[in-house]
């Protein structure tokens, strides 16, 4: 028979196995969804740090940036591999934030796009810049790098933007954020003038040069086209803009400052109203007249928006069916703070949402935890940065989470009703 003193420690190891085994459960806890069809699969679960963007090179091979070691990582057959693929001289700020390796796009292995805030070096301040690389198969290096867009980062360091989109019409999209400017381009009337800020770029992607079709080709300052690379202006920040598969049109995910993050839909010559308002315009003191209207530019609310901000991220369209004809062509988007997937069906013209919630229907604006929980697909992610559409048609998602000093995974998402769907 155990004696009284054995017998406590026996009770205190089955609890500290209890709690412990909570613990862990909690640390490596699966994300949840509401359809039950969803399920996550952990493809990388350790070795990254802070990882801001991922692009897939082929059916087997993911490129992941890391935003303060300035190191590209090669995820190949599910294995992240020890030796990153390239490591640049980037200036990092904090953690979190802002400046650092950001923005990955790729086109086939001829055309990898890397944005990322250049440190200063010699007498060259700090840039933000686009350069545009071949990935080299055998060597598993990305070799040749070309400048392709030469961007301020001053006076900063916050929003400097940095994600990429390529379109249908194969030109490349672009985004650099206000860098904490106060001028034209943040609908600042008299303030300084258009000066590669809050702006999104549409360009060539061989050379930089401007889109065929830009609004502001004509717009001339001091005889030089100071605008004709610009899609775009008015804009905060952004950690998402994606293509639709369908349209071709630009969809933009804004973070917000305090008061609302916002779903834009982007056509030439769109101004969304930053640093005048976030959010419908209606629920401002402002009205158009307020803005800084360039020729050729246009105003329109948010397709949709989260009122407080809560750091929306990555935006996605699925072009693909694999997860079920409900999600096939739709809308997915994170967060960084809640680490919450969310989820909008596109309306039948493909320029704004349906809901099932007549509340958020009628404004457009999910302001309540109730209305917050009806867009929300999954939770437990931890922060998302990226979300992406894999070759094999399922949806890969990017994390970063900012209590374990930015530690990153890869989560695949598949369902179990792919069969039923004839996929």
């Excluded at 909570?22 to 399920?39: M, V």
């Excluded at 060597?139 to 980062?153: E, G």
């Amino acid at each position: 028979m155990l004696s009284k003193v054995s017998l406590v420690f026996v009770f205190i190891l089955i609890l500290c196995s209890f709690l412990l085994g909570g613990y862990f459960n909690a640390a490596y806890a699966q994300p949840t969804f509401k359809d039950s069809a969803l399920k996550a699969e952990l493809i990388v679960e350790e070795g990254l740090s802070s990882p801001t963007s991922m692009a897939f090179l082929d059916d087997n091979n993911i490129l992941v940036l890391e935003k303060n070691s300035g190191e590209v990582r090669l995820v190949s057959n599910g294995i992240l591999q020890e030796e990153p693929v390239l490591k640049l001289d980037v200036d990092a700020t904090t953690l979190t934030c802002c400046r650092g390796l950001l923005g990955i796009g790729t086109i086939g292995k001829e055309g990898v796009f890397l944005y990322f805030s250049e440190a200063a070096k010699d007498d060259q301040p700090v840039r933000n810049r686009l350069y545009k690389y071949q990935w080299n198969e055998q060597d598993h290096a990305l070799v040749n790098p070309q400048l392709i867009l030469d961007l301020p980062a001053t006076p900063g360091p916050n929003h400097p933007g940095g994600k990429i989109a390529i379109g249908k019409d194969h030109y490349l999209y672009t985004v650099i954020g206000d860098l904490n400017n106060e001028g034209q381009l943040q609908n600042i009337e008299d303030g300084p003038e258009p000066n590669d800020s809050s702006i999104i770029l549409k360009i060539n992607p061989e050379d930089g040069s401007p889109a065929k079709d830009n609004p502001f080709l004509y717009v001339e300052e001091e005889g030089q086209n100071q605008m004709n690379k610009y899609y775009a202006y008015g804009i905060r920040n952004t950690f998402g803009l994606a293509i639709d598969p369908v349209t071709g049109f630009l969809w933009e995910a804004e973070n917000g400052d305090e008061d609302y993050d916002e779903i834009n839909l982007v056509r030439p010559g769109f101004n969304s109203g930053w640093k005048k308002f976030m959010g419908p315009i209606s629920e401002s003191d402002m009205t158009e007249d307020d803005l800084v209207n360039f020729p050729n530019s246009y105003y329109s609310d948010p397709a949709f928006s989260w009122n407080p901000s809560l750091g929306v991220t990555d935006i996605e369209f699925l072009d693909s069916s694999k997860l079920g004809s409900r999600y096939a062509n739709n809308i997915f988007v994170g967060d960084i703070t809640n680490g919450n997937l969310y989820f909008f069906e596109v309306n039948q013209n493909r320029t704004g949402f349906v809901f099932d919630n007549p509340d958020i229907q009628t404004d457009l604006v999910a302001d309540d935890e109730e209305q917050l929980d009806d867009i929300t697909l999954a939770s437990g992610f931890g922060g998302i940065t990226d979300i992406e559409t894999g070759p094999d048609g399922l949806l890969y998602i990017l994390t970063f989470d900012q209590e374990s000093d930015g530690e990153g995974k890869i989560y695949k998402i598949s369902s179990s009703n792919s069969l039923e769907d004839g996929l």
